[in-house]
């Protein structure tokens, strides 16, 4: 199984995108769309307008990877309106919305640090 790591930085992009894209329209829509380098170590995860196919770009080294997700049942969880065409997430959040838990909708406790506690 290939999953990203907890600390990989992932960004959607929001819109929904024609899966009949590859390599070369997906970065394009990384740089044009999400304004955002394609070759940067980062995760690019884009949804098809049914939501039921998924796939992730990234540059590895010498070229690029592009990992496609279909599913047969159910549809994945996507952000709606937002003010920016990129929403930021960890490897792990991801994880978790290809799993199909709506990221989306949850609501973690407060971060807290030592200064904040005293």
């Given amino acids: 199984m290939?999953?990203?790591?907890?600390?990989?930085?992932?960004?959607?992009?929001?819109?929904?995108?024609d899966m009949r894209k590859s390599v070369n329209g997906l970065s394009a829509l990384v740089e044009g769309t999400l304004q955002l380098d394609?070759?940067?170590p980062h995760l690019f995860a884009f949804c098809n307008r049914r939501r039921n196919r998924l796939k992730i770009l990234y540059w590895e080294r010498n070229g690029f990877v592009l990992w496609y997700k279909?599913?047969?049942?159910?549809?994945?969880?996507?952000?709606?309106?937002r003010d920016s065409d990129a929403v930021e997430l960890t490897g792990r959040e991801l994880n978790w919305l290809l799993d199909g838990i709506d990221i989306f909708c949850l609501k973690p406790h407060e971060e807290l640090?030592?200064?904040?506690v005293l």
């Fill in 70 to 81: 279909a599913l047969q049942k159910d549809r994945f969880p996507w952000p709606g309106e």
């Fill in 113 to 116: 640090s030592y200064d904040s």
């Fill in 2 to 17: 290939i999953r990203p790591t907890s600390e990989v930085q992932v960004y959607l992009c929001r819109e929904l995108v």
């Fill in 38 to 40: 394609p070759f940067a």
